[in-house]
């Protein structure tokens, strides 16, 4: 199957991608409008962008009428935000906070979900999550002509790691149980789990004259 990206309309690429990278992480942001309204959103458009300085990136796409979503905007105007992990205790709070809550409506007083203060920033962490990367924004990068997303990079400047979920200076995966996002309604758990070491680079001998 041969497809040309000039013949796709958007819905299709939408589900070439969504379906094509998979299983995606995914970052349940919280953020405080200027009004001071706590907003809590997941997003699976989300990855490490840099470890040293230690950095993540969410991509935030627009409404279809071009203006950012509350997420985005809170973070463009306060530059900061929290990154809730996502795993098997917590994903149906997650995904009730993906539903399109009007602007002026606290998703995070609206469903009863807990927070507790950040230790670096002003936007509280969501209690339902055992690991919080507390963010301040380094960069907002605009694709798209006009624009359609808002490729936020944010720098951690602290992190909070549930005690069981922590051995031995690494994450215990299995303790930790990840959730995943695949396409359409379908999320993932961990799977089966194997390794493969990381070949060393050998040159071949020169060859004899």
């Not at 998979?22 to 997003?43: H, L």
């Not at 950040?118 to 339902?128: D, G, K, M, N, Q």
């Not at 999550?129 to 936020?152: A, M, N, W, Y």
């Not at 359409?184 to 040159?203: C, H, M, Q, S, V």
Request: charged share 20%; glycine share 4%.
């Amino acid at each position: 199957m041969e497809l040309p990206i000039s013949t796709l309309e958007r819905q299709e690429k939408y589900k070439l991608l969504i379906g094509c990278i998979v299983p995606r992480p995914i970052a349940w942001v919280t953020t405080i409008s200027e009004n001071g309204t706590v907003n809590a959103a997941p997003f699976s458009y989300f990855n490490v962008a840099s470890i040293d300085p230690m950095m993540v990136s969410v991509a935030v796409m627009r409404k279809p009428n071009g203006q950012p979503k509350d997420t985005a905007r809170n973070i463009a105007q306060t530059g900061q935000f929290v990154v809730n992990m996502v795993d098997v205790h917590n994903v149906d709070d997650v995904n009730q906070t993906s539903a399109d809550f009007p602007a002026e409506i606290s998703e995070v007083e609206e469903l009863g979900l807990a927070t507790m203060p950040s230790s670096s920033i002003e936007v509280p962490r969501l209690a339902a999550s055992r690991i919080h990367f507390e963010c301040k924004l380094h960069q907002v990068v605009e694709l798209g002509t006009p624009t359609t997303s808002d490729l936020i990079i944010g720098e951690v400047v602290h992190v909070h790691v549930a005690d069981e979920l922590y051995q031995a200076g690494r994450i215990d995966i299995t303790a930790f149980a990840p959730v995943s996002r695949l396409a359409g309604n379908t999320y993932a758990k961990l799977g089966e789990l194997f390794d493969r070491r990381r070949p060393e680079y050998i040159p071949s001998p020169p060859a004899d004259k």
